[in-house]
């Protein structure tokens, strides 16, 4: 296949799916995935064989629940809109609200048409060690949940849970420090409640991520609050290294001593995070370098930015030394590149979107989706 291509490898994404039900089986609490960072719907029928629920942020994320996954969803929006609530209750089992506006607002509503739909409110520990503040839902300002101070003293009394997102590809240490925040800010409301959801961001597949741990601290909370249902609900954990984006280069060009390879993939279209974040992702037998290195080839001409074929002029990254001078033709493996990545791809400049395949077991690929010029046209509608 010329055309570039996400493949996700079906064993090592039912290797993380193993881990984390033995993770929830261990600990007595349940994880959820999170659409937010993986949403590739055609392999929902593996998911199944792990979990049994997903969590949503919008209306399409609450179907994709529902109508394909086949559960309705734990659903959390910053902002519920009077066009998309009845649609979104549907669809959902749980409705958590941003704020006690929107409660207030809201809840009746949602639980006449819908009275089993538990109901839940974020909460803002006020407390996050994000060092990207791009990713950070706990600065100074934030528009996510309400702080301890603003909460009232009695819940009203058909919200059934407490929602707390303050993770991003965070380790059990970090969890850890912040469940003292949470406990010390909340706890006052715990007996009110039935479930405390605490968000995503618990990179438990990471390969130095401290399991044990993680199974101790909420074993160890579940001791202090027995009646409390904890739902963890990460994205990244699910598909982290599960598959990588195949590229070629197209073309090489110079400039001030600078070597650009121009690949058929685009970072701001296909890989944004790398921008957003930013992060330099791992190439496929390269060697990261400082930017600088960049210059002069490296001293051997092996050393390359890498460049998208966008027309935007940040659409680059670098640089890299590979084994041997690139030469048109070659391919370029970006690693890791499931997770998020194919949730945040679009298609700015009507640039070739990559297809997506799942490599099976037994080393054969299935394309899942190839896109085409349609897709991009009927955008525009």
Same mark, same amino acid.
């Given at each position: 296949?010329?055309?570039?291509?996400?493949?996700?490898?079906?064993?090592?994404?039912?290797?993380?799916?193993?881990?984390?039900?033995?993770?929830?089986?261990?600990?007595?609490?349940?994880?959820?995935?999170?659409?937010?960072?993986?949403?590739? !719907?055609? @392999?929902?029928?593996?998911?199944?064989?792990?979990?049994?629920? @997903?969590?949503?942020?919008?209306?399409?994320?609450?179907?994709?629940?529902?109508?394909?996954?086949?559960?309705?969803?734990? @659903?959390?929006?910053?902002?519920?809109?009077? /066009?998309?609530? /009845?649609?979104?209750?549907?669809?959902?089992?749980?409705?958590?609200?941003?704020?006690?506006? +929107?409660?207030?607002?809201?809840?009746?509503?949602?639980?006449?048409?819908?009275?089993?739909?538990?109901?839940?409110?974020? $909460?803002?520990?006020?407390?996050?060690?994000?060092?990207?503040?791009?990713?950070?839902?706990?600065? %100074?300002? @934030?528009?996510?949940? *309400?702080?301890?101070?603003?909460?009232?003293?009695?819940?009203?009394?058909?919200?059934?849970?407490?929602?707390?997102?303050?993770?991003? #590809?965070?380790?059990?240490?970090?969890?850890?420090?912040?469940?003292?925040?949470?406990?010390?800010?909340?706890?006052? !409301?715990?007996? +009110?409640?039935? !479930?405390?959801?605490?968000?995503?961001?618990?990179?438990?597949?990471?390969?130095?991520? /401290?399991?044990?741990?993680?199974?101790?601290?909420?074993?160890?909370?579940?001791?202090?609050? %027995?009646?409390?249902?904890? $739902?963890?609900?990460?994205?990244?954990?699910?598909?982290?290294?599960?598959?990588?984006?195949?590229?070629?280069?197209?073309?090489?060009?110079?400039?001030?001593?600078?070597?650009?390879?121009?690949?058929? *993939?685009?970072?701001?279209?296909?890989?944004?995070?790398?921008?957003?974040?930013?992060?330099?992702?791992?190439?496929?037998?390269?060697?990261?370098?400082?930017?600088?290195?960049?210059?002069?080839?490296?001293?051997?001409?092996?050393?390359?930015?890498?460049?998208?074929?966008?027309?935007?002029?940040?659409?680059?990254?670098?640089?890299?030394?590979?084994?041997? +001078?690139?030469?048109?033709?070659?391919?370029?493996?970006?690693?890791?590149?499931?997770?998020?990545?194919?949730?945040?791809?679009?298609?700015?400049?009507? $640039?070739?979107?990559?297809?997506?395949?799942?490599?099976?077991?037994?080393?054969?690929? #299935?394309?899942?989706? #190839?896109?085409?010029?349609?897709?991009?046209?009927?955008?525009?509608?």
């Amino acid at each position: 296949m010329d055309t570039p291509i996400y493949i996700l490898e079906e064993t090592r994404l039912r290797d993380n799916l193993s881990l984390i039900r033995k993770v929830g089986d261990e600990a007595g609490v349940e994880i959820i995935l999170a659409f937010k960072a993986y949403a590739l !719907w055609k @392999t929902f029928p593996i998911f199944r064989e792990y979990i049994h629920a @997903t969590t949503a942020s919008s209306l399409y994320e609450a179907r994709l629940a529902a109508e394909e996954f086949g559960v309705p969803a734990h @659903t959390y929006s910053p902002a519920y809109t009077d /066009d998309e609530i /009845d649609e979104i209750v549907r669809c959902s089992s749980h409705l958590t609200f941003n704020s006690l506006s +929107q409660y207030e607002r809201l809840a009746v509503k949602a639980k006449a048409q819908k009275p089993s739909l538990s109901l839940g409110l974020r $909460i803002n520990p006020e407390y996050s060690e994000v060092g990207t503040a791009l990713y950070n839902p706990c600065a %100074p300002g @934030t528009r996510f949940g *309400v702080s301890a101070d603003a909460m009232p003293q009695t819940l009203p009394n058909d919200i059934e849970g407490l929602h707390c997102h303050c993770h991003c #590809e965070s380790g059990s240490d970090v969890f850890e420090r912040t469940l003292v925040h949470i406990e010390e800010k909340f706890s006052h !409301w715990f007996s +009110q409640v039935k !479930w405390i959801n605490f968000g995503g961001g618990h990179l438990m597949t990471r390969a130095d991520y /401290d399991i044990p741990r993680l199974i101790s601290l909420l074993r160890g909370f579940k001791s202090r609050y %027995p009646w409390l249902k904890v $739902i963890l609900e990460p994205g990244s954990a699910f598909g982290w290294q599960t598959g990588f984006l195949r590229s070629k280069v197209v073309d090489i060009v110079t400039d001030h001593g600078i070597q650009t390879a121009i690949l058929n *993939v685009s970072f701001t279209c296909h890989m944004p995070d790398c921008l957003e974040m930013p992060y330099q992702p791992e190439v496929r037998g390269a060697e990261s370098l400082p930017i600088e290195a960049a210059e002069n080839g490296g001293g051997d001409g092996c050393v390359y930015r890498l460049g998208g074929n966008s027309c935007l002029s940040g659409d680059f990254m670098g640089s890299w030394r590979f084994p041997k +001078q690139l030469k048109v033709g070659d391919e370029v493996i970006f690693e890791d590149m499931l997770h998020y990545t194919t949730v945040k791809t679009c298609m700015f400049n009507g $640039i070739t979107h990559p297809s997506i395949g799942l490599l099976h077991a037994d080393g054969s690929l #299935e394309v899942l989706r #190839e896109f085409s010029y349609e897709d991009y046209r009927d955008r525009m509608d």
